[in-house]
């Protein structure tokens, strides 16, 4: 007996060895999405000190015990548990953690769960807007975002946008909001070198370009746009016209990942204005019994041979991994955009790379980001405002089409390519192919822009406190060639003429600032963060002219070959810094009661000795509404949060030096029988020259029903812009006539609704619509005692004089003012107008005393329309956008309806000789010419299908772990009244009151054409 009892326990005893020895447990951790191997999870046994690492083909191997759980974790991941049990190999497949990645958003100098944001900020997924040609980063959040209206000023590639959220808030400085990078604010107001001269009449030109166009839309991840002041009050004397906070993509820990994304694309000129054919013409001239000795024997469309369908392409390149320490993502991007006017296009080559390492248990965390951008803008001679003998598309429109294109200038019986016609004798009308060839103007552009953060936990001090070193660089340098040979009628009276320009700008900063987060009690999350920021930025440039070649050979190369006596040279440098000390606190109790508060005091040398330092608070306040009792059973509700904001933000965005006195070069004196230069003031002194300051009111709430099949938001604002920068008188005898002064209000007010709806999701179907609304109302307040101050400059032969909007207390922004158009008078045909005293009279009688208000260019509401759709492996999406009740001056049309135009052997828009105005009247000034340009606009179209099954094309081009492949329309088509070239259009036609520019908006005259786009693109990664 008793040795049987031994002889059981000893069995007992071996079971329990083998129950609780320990063996090696080996495997693989993969990507749940791509199947490729994870380097650097971490893997340890629960509850003890026991782990390991994947190695870099993401296999592991660890000594456990049948009754032990592994846990495996990753950054970016879900975690996973795993019993051990009987297993000796143990796979596993972690999942991206989708949550994790969507409920942090970012804001000024951190982030913050999106279910405890409290301002009005909003995020675009970048790679859902990255469809079709995108060449700058403000066009992913067109019509995207509730509140902000971007208008594209132009079709010519690269062409800048006029970006307004929730309304403008100055007349004088920029109302375009701050651009943050990677935790960089950067500076967009120049980077293009200007041209002596540019913009008059013989020195045609197209203007600014976008500054943003040196960022690859590739490379960014998402973009949050900061809309009110309880949002934005952070970055303080830079936050009155919103903030746009771009971060770009970073790499993840893992096996080494290639991405390709390329597309081709062409473009084509589709809303032609409707000129007079050269049969038309002619009869045109024979019916009012013009001389015909102006006649050719030509058919030429301008319109038509002065563009063309313009190819473009673009392939992007990037690779990226690493391990849990240290993950990395470089990229190299080139676009070859052509514009759909002849020699004009963009070209674009550009790389970054961004690196984040962490050391010392993950304590400390170092981000670096780099990018560099080469662009080559090849520009076309459009010359908006040029006078009436105006650039190229002037001349398209009233360049006689019985001409042609070229002719036998050398008499030899061959006609070579660079023989233009040209009327002879005749400088104010050119060939309108030979402005397009003959005018060689290009920009040279390289920028870097760079970020180095460094955060480091003080543990050893207390839980939650880190420490932040953020440092930025961004250095630009432009550099402008420009040349009319003299065989131009631009330049032939002075035998041709050659620039040079060049621009450098650059902004360092420093920031250095402490964050502190804790729990307490499990329900009271604090956060606070406050800081130091330092930014300089330093603007220097150089121009040289010189006319009087004796050939054409040099080109711009030698300007010392042309005439001495021609020579023209300018030179300028300024700097200016902005100092500034932050703070905020974030505090909620179980994310149910939420508090912000923000305070920044901004220090800039802009302004006056006396007002140099602002202060700029903001407060907010949320509640979640579905976390109380009184909603616990409302089963629809998955979460409802109100939400109440106030802040004060500021501009200074006035240019350099405006508070001190500035002397500038002045006519030559003869002093001692001595011939000297001279210098005289030209600005007024203000000690006293202060920020504008916005003040915000936003009241919102966000919902989520049905458990997300129905979320969005709506919110309410009241901004309002006191101390307005504006040009005042000073008593005379003065040095100058005028001073820069604070006076002023504004007044915005609105609503934004933003909505998005999974109408259906079985299985492999899925249906998502989303859509924006927006309606703002603004109004001029005070003008400091002014009752008007006038803008909109007018162009065109007899127009150019006329200022078209009045800014005035109780009218909004953009007022077109003007006399009232009634009809014709029945027995002569000229145009009648009313006025405010008259009743009717012929339009050229109604003196500007009497003008009247006549439109609005601000729009009543725009709105935004997406849809996405996936079946199985097909994916569709569309996207449109409108405006409704915007109205805009076609300054074209009343210079083109005219057959005044006749006399002067220029062509003509076809209405005009349907309307009875008689061949001896002028275009005339009215509300004839202020058009409804409402508009909806099918902005985008696309149709996917991404390949499941790779195994084909991996025998072919080796490990695919993805492809897809869509063709794309961008500007399918618009549907507006309007009847110029686009309805979305803004020239720039400001007029000054003393040395300040009062802005103008809703003008368009003569603008480069906005394409219909077609593209075909594949994206593969291996």
Known sequence: MVKKILLLSTLMLCCVSLAFAQRTITGTVTDADSGLPLPGVNIAIKGTMTGTTTDINGQYRIQANQGDVLVFSFVGYLTQEVPVGTQDVIDVALAVDEVLLDEVVVVGYGTQRRANVTGSAERVNADEANVGLVSAPEQLIQGRVAGVNIIQNGGEPGAPTTVRIRGGTSISASNEPLYVIDGVPIDNAGGTPSLLGEGDSNTPSSGRKNPLVFLNPNDIESIDVLKDASAAAIYGSRGANGVILITTKKGRAGQVQVDYDGYVSTSNFYRKLPLLTAEEYRAAVRRFGLPENNLGDADTDWQDVVTRDAISHQHNLA???????????????????????????????????????????????????????????????????????????????????????????????????????????????????????????????????????????????????????????????????????????????????????????????????????????????????????????????????A??????????????????????????????????????????????????????????????????????????????????????????????????????????????????????????????????????????????????????????????????????????????????????????????????????????????????????????????????FNRNVNEIKDLGGRTQIFT???????????????????EPFGTFFGPEFIGFDPDTGIQLCRGAETASAPCSDIGQSEWLIIGNAQPDFTYGLTTSLTYKNWDFSFFIRGEQGRDVYNNTAIEYTSKFLLNQNSNLLRPALEDPTPLSEAPQYSSRWIQDASFLRMENITLGYTFTNVTALNAVVGTIRRARIYVAANNLFVITPYDGFDPEVNTEASSSVGNIPITSLGIDYTNYPRPRTFTAGISLGF
């Open 319 to 545: 690779f990226g991994g690493g391990t849990s320490a240290t993950q990395y993502r470089a990229s190299v991007s080139y676009l070859n955009q052509e514009g759909i006017i002849l020699d004009s296009g963009l070209e674009r080559v550009s790389g970054r790379i961004n690196v984040n390492h962490s050391a010392f248990d993950d304590r400390l965390r170092i981000d670096t980001r780099l990018t560099g951008s080469f662009f080559h803008d090849n520009r076309a001679p459009y010359n908006q405002t040029g006078g009436f003998e105006g650039g190229l598309l002037t001349n398209v429109l009233k360049y006689n089409p019985t001409l042609p294109i070229r002719t036998d200038r050398n008499g030899d019986g061959v006609v070579e390519d660079n023989e233009f016609f040209e009327i002879p004798g005749q400088t104010s009308r050119r060939n309108p192919v030979a402005l397009a060839i003959q005018v060689e103007d290009f920009v040279k552009t390289t920028r870097v822009l760079g970020s180095f953060k460094a955060d480091y936990d003080f543990t050893f001090i207390t839980e939650g406190l880190t420490g932040t070193v953020n440092l930025g660089l961004d250095r630009q340098q432009a550099s402008r060639r420009y040349f009319i040979p003299a065989a131009s009628p631009l330049r032939q009276s002075v035998n041709g003429e050659a620039q040079q320009a060049n621009t450098e700008q650059s902004s360092e900063l420093i920031e250095l600032y402490g964050t502190y987060n804790r729990t307490f009690e499990d329900a009271h999350n604090l956060s606070l963060v406050g800081g130091y920021s330092f930014q300089e930025f330093l603007q220097e440039g150089f121009s040289a002219r």
């Open 547 to 772: 006319q009087g070649f004796v050939t054409d050979l040099f080109e711009y190369n030698n300007l010392a070959a042309g005439n001495a006596n021609t020579y023209q040279v300018s030179s300028f440098k300024q700097k200016n810094r902005l100092i500034s000390f932050f703070g905020r606190l974030n505090y909620d109790y179980n994310g149910k009661y939420i508090l912000s508060a923000s305070l920044r005091r901004d220090g800039s040398s802009r302004f006056g000795k006396d007002e140099k330092w602002g202060l700029f608070p903001a407060f907010t306040v949320g509640w979640r509404l579905s976390d109380e009792a009184f909603l616990s059973g409302v089963e629809a509700i998955s979460d409802l949060k109100l939400r109440v904001g106030w802040g004060v933000t500021g501009s200074q965005e006035i240019g350099n030096l405006r508070s001190l006195p500035i002397f500038g070069s002045a006519g030559n004196a003869v002093l001692g029988e001595q011939e000297v230069s001279g210098v005289a003031p030209t600005n007024f002194p203000n000690p006293n020259l202060k920020w504008e300051e916005t003040t915000q009111l936003n009241i919102g709430v966000d919902f989520d029903l049905w458990d997300s099949r129905v979320y969005g938001s709506v919110e309410y604002y009241l901004k309002n812009t006191d101390d307005l920068l504006l040009e005042f008188e000073v008593p005379q005898p003065a040095a100058v006539p005028t001073r820069l002064a604070n006076a002023g209000e504004m007044e915005n007010k609105g609503v934004d609704v933003s909505l998005n709806a999974v109408l259906l999701d079985r299985g492999d179907l899925f249906l998502e619509l989303g859509a924006t």
């Open 792 to 810: 909109g400059r007018s162009s065109g032969q007899g127009l150019s004089q006329i200022n078209t909007q009045i800014i005035t207390p109780g």
